[in-house]
């Protein structure tokens, strides 16, 4: 089986990606634009043109996201970022709550356009400090997943992915998933919580369809990719998550069983994708 990379990021000058398409292991990959917010964890991201040329380059292999900045941008904006090939859109670290109504009118686009966006939800990693100059926030607080669920309620035909599940606030997000239609999540960065994923994904939704949570959550690793660690890392990552699918989810559970195990690596994103790209 291959994986679908739903959630990633790309460095600048990125090394290896041949590599990362030629593998085997992945039959497509979103990239996340964060050249909006600078570098992070050592890895400076991309610009737009390079993220947009690595699609172009490799004929369907990556998908991009646009970045979002919530605070600045106007709904034209968002025309633009679909113009230029971005499928989707990707906020990070905004001044506001997720749900504050100043942003209402960009997710009127997004959902008019169509295109998902995937909100960033909990713990984050820690930033340069303030220097009084900032434009963008500190902390998680306005990242937690309970403001997705407004958002959802106002833009029920927006496709709204909440990456990581939003630790420490899980339940906030098992709440999402449980009630929301058009909120469904990525599970990058969730290893501290696996052991709750053994219970979560069997249970059923009550969001007007006759899903179980492993049909809202899906695959991602949220790499860097393009330095050799992150590139590297993915390839484990996916090896991990396979053998956890295997060996635990495959003995115990319902979701382990095959077809309910290719939802997760691969059909839920596709699931997903049919709804932004025909
Ligand atoms: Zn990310």
Same mark, same amino acid.
């Given at each position: &089986? ?29 990239? &996340? ?81 169509? &295109? ?56 906030? &997000? ?105």
């Amino acid at each position: &089986m291959k994986f679908i990379d739903a959630h990633a990021h790309l460095c600048h000058n990125a090394k290896g990606i041949d590599a990362i398409v030629d593998s085997g292991v992945f039959e497509q990959i979103w990239l &996340m634009d964060l050249s909006g917010v600078g570098s992070l964890g050592g890895c400076e991201f991309a610009t737009q043109e390079e993220l947009l040329r690595t699609v172009r380059d490799y004929d369907g292999f990556f998908l991009a996201f646009g970045f979002l900045d919530l605070d600045h941008a106007v709904p034209g904006d968002i025309d633009r970022l679909r113009d230029l090939g971005f499928v989707g859109l990707k906020p990070y670290k905004q001044l506001k709550a997720y749900s504050d109504p100043a942003y209402f009118p960009l997710y009127q686009r997004a959902q008019e356009l169509k &295109m998902p966006i995937l909100f960033h939800t909990g713990l984050i990693a820690q930033s340069t400090p303030s220097d009084g100059r900032y434009t963008h926030a500190f902390g998680p607080e306005n990242m937690r997943p309970i403001h997705l669920a407004a958002i959802a309620e106002a833009f029920p035909e927006l496709q709204i992915i909440g990456g990581h599940q939003g630790w420490p606030w899980m339940e906030e &997000m098992e709440h999402n998933l449980y009630y929301y239609r058009n909120i469904t999540g990525d599970i990058s960065g969730y290893l501290r919580s696996v052991p709750k994923l053994n219970e979560i994904l069997d249970r059923r939704v009550h969001d007007g369809t006759d899903r179980y949570f492993n049909e809202k959550l899906h695959f991602a690793t949220d790499e860097f990719y393009g330095n050799e660690g992150s590139n590297a890392r993915a390839l484990r990552l996916a090896k991990f998550w396979e053998s956890y699918f295997e060996f635990v989810g495959g003995l115990y559970y319902r979701w382990g069983r095959p077809e309910e195990q290719e939802k997760f690596f691969r059909g839920n994103a596709i699931e997903l994708r049919s709804h932004f790209c025909k």
